[in-house]
């Protein structure tokens, strides 16, 4: 299949070269020439870099991964869509001058009509899709839109090494929008369609982006409290500076003693001031202190519960968990809780 990739960030990049290893004709374009060049260059044959216009001029698909609000900028750039399914990869809010902008998949399909339009590819972290790609058994990747061009869709996923599920029409990708109970979370088919099915149930629980990820952990997490540690020390860290956690990361682990509780409580002045100079940690020094504050906590929650899991399971729901951690530990807030039990969730696998 030839694809025309619009854009050369992480989204863009990374579904590309997938793309491109599983035999597609992969043409990569963006604002500046260098990236699609450099990727061309490094993926070889059947890659290319060309001007917007030209990479969709060659297509049969066309991949939007660029941010929302370049959206509209972007395909106005790349001259007739006529027929040509249009993939939009892009996280359909984000914050612009004037506050939340909403882009829905209904609103590019009456701007850009003579498109197919399918939303897929934005309900998975970028790090999950370049990592987890043909897990056995493969996570999900919803999509939603167009009827006809949906099964070409459904193959790239595949392709890719996940497993699609099918939302509905172009009004059910909201299902898959930033801030909902199938956005960003690592499922498997079993759990995607029993999740769906609730939601379009109207079962409100199963709709909060909460719920899902706590039921997960409070029936499967591991024994190992290191576990638990480890997350929510990854959900402190992460405040703000994701990016930069994901290149420290085995960094952090080391000098916070693989995240053993016992051993990060115990943990002596002289020894946390030398963290907070170590380079191979985010040297945030409240992050550093609430993460060692966090361990005797969690010893505290051992105490009180017996295990994690014990602990979890004594709430009655997501929310009631939520308050409780955003309580106990420090520079723990509502993202830093979701950010906890999606990775955690994923990693129980």
Known sequence: MKIAVRGAGAVGSTIG????????????????????????????????????AGAVAGAEVVLVAVPALAVID???AAGQLDGRIVIDAANSLERGAFGQQQLSLRSLAGAFPRARWVRAFNSLNVNVMAGDNHREPPWVLFLSGDQQAKPAAARLIRDAGFDPVDLGGIDDSQLQDPGSALWTYPLTRDEATALVARIKSGDTAAADPLTA???KFRDHAPDDPAFFLAHLSRAVFEAGIWRAVDAKWDGIREAFHGFDPAQVAAMTPDQIAATE????????????????????????????????????ASFPDAHAASADMRRRFK??????????LTSASRDIG
């Open 17 to 52: 070269r997938i793309w491109h290893a599983a035999g597609h004709d992969v043409t990569f374009a963006a604002r500046h020439a260098a990236r699609p060049r450099a990727l061309a260059a490094e993926l070889g044959e059947r890659a290319h870099a060309a001007s917007v």
């Open 74 to 76: 972007a395909l106005q």
């Open 213 to 215: 990820p706590f039921e």
């Open 277 to 312: 100079n170590d380079p191979r940690v985010i040297r945030n020094k409240a992050k550093i202190r609430a993460a060692v504050q966090n361990a005797r906590e969690v010893l505290a929650v051992l105490d009180s519960y017996g295990s994690i899991r014990a602990y979890f």
């Open 331 to 340: 520079f723990l807030g509502d993202t830093g809780v979701w950010r906890l």
